[in-house]
């Protein structure tokens, strides 16, 4: 039996980059300079780097990693394929501290590959979602400097989930204070009009009873979990693998990256065992994530 990690693009510079163009130039090289996918031809020679091209209409030169997170980055491709699969494969995350250890790279380096991964991740889906949605928020790590107070939430970061029961899919946002202002703009930018929503008793959901086809809401001060189709235990399921991972693996973040984090958790989610899709599936799909979203380490690094 075979590891899923002898595949020869990750040992294998030349088959990485044939791996990473075969998913992001499904129909052929495209040059990132001029938009052009004619008169493109590979680079030969000793001293020519791998995946190198030209452009004979721009004249500029180029590889697959220029304009996605792997864009001036000296990593070689099939370390990063590496770290993509661990990612993408470990259900609560893993560390940069892990990936420190694992793939032979500083650690600074295994942080700054971390947040890029992330923010391949990162899908900008804005399609509403249809059927049944489980609309939630949820509190992690405390905000610095916010205090430690006894009791209450305002100390901390706030979260609002939307799980769709018909895709699996999982969409969360950081949201500075859980009000109406915030919550219901997202609310109705993300769910269609003819959805049956589902929500706990918060007051700020009262406002959704006239946006959706039907909104169901449980009272689960009084013990009200299940009423029919009507649960909200999904996208808690969902926040039980979100704070398993955050404090167990990952321990604190900052207010500034929490939206990178909630990034990975979504994907992973949506993207899971349940609806069929594998450790080497999911690392395509963060793949075919890379294009357009370049990361610098002097914005991933700076205080917010």
């Known amino acids: 039996m075979a590891s899923a990690l002898s595949a020869p693009h990750f040992h294998n510079e030349a088959a990485a980059f044939a791996f990473v163009e075969a998913r992001v130039w499904p129909e052929g090289p ?157 609310v109705r930018a993300n769910i269609e009009a003819e959805a049956h929503v589902i929500t706990d008793e918060h007051k700020v959901y009262r406002y959704l009873n006239t946006m959706f086809a039907a909104h169901s809401v449980l009272c689960h001060q009084r013990d009200e979990y299940v009423r029919g189709e009507a649960y909200t235990n999904t996208v808690e399921g969902f926040f039980s693998i979100f704070k398993r991972g955050m404090r167990g693996i990952y321990q604190f973040c900052s207010e500034k990256h929490l939206h990178r984090y909630l990034a990975e958790f979504d994907f992973r989610y949506s993207n899971r065992a349940a609806l069929g899709c594998n450790d080497s599936d999911r690392t395509d799909a963060l793949v075919r994530g890379i294009v357009g979203k370049r990361l610098t380490y002097q914005t991933a690094s700076a205080r917010a």
């Not at 495209?30 to 452009?55: A, D, F, Q």
């Open 30 to 186: 495209t040059c990132p300079h001029c938009g052009g996918v004619e008169r493109i031809g590979l680079m030969g020679g000793k001293s020519t780097r791998t995946g190198l091209y030209k452009c004979y209409q721009c004249r500029k030169p180029f590889t697959v990693r220029i304009g996605t997170i792997f864009e001036a980055s000296h990593v070689p491709l099939h370390i990063w394929l590496q770290a993509m699969y661990l990612v993408a494969g470990s259900k609560k995350g893993i560390s940069s501290n892990q990936l420190h250890r694992t793939l032979g790279v500083t650690l600074k380096t295994a942080w700054f590959m971390s947040h890029r991964i992330r923010e391949a991740m990162r899908s900008g889906d804005l399609a509403p979602m249809g059927g049944i949605v489980e609309v939630d928020e949820t509190y992690i790590c405390r905000i610095p400097g916010s205090g430690n107070p006894k009791g209450g939430v305002q100390h901390k970061m706030k979260v609002l989930s939307l799980v769709s029961r018909g895709t699996g899919e999982a969409r969360s946002v950081v949201v500075s204070r859980v009000n109406v202002q915030n919550v219901v703009p997202i």
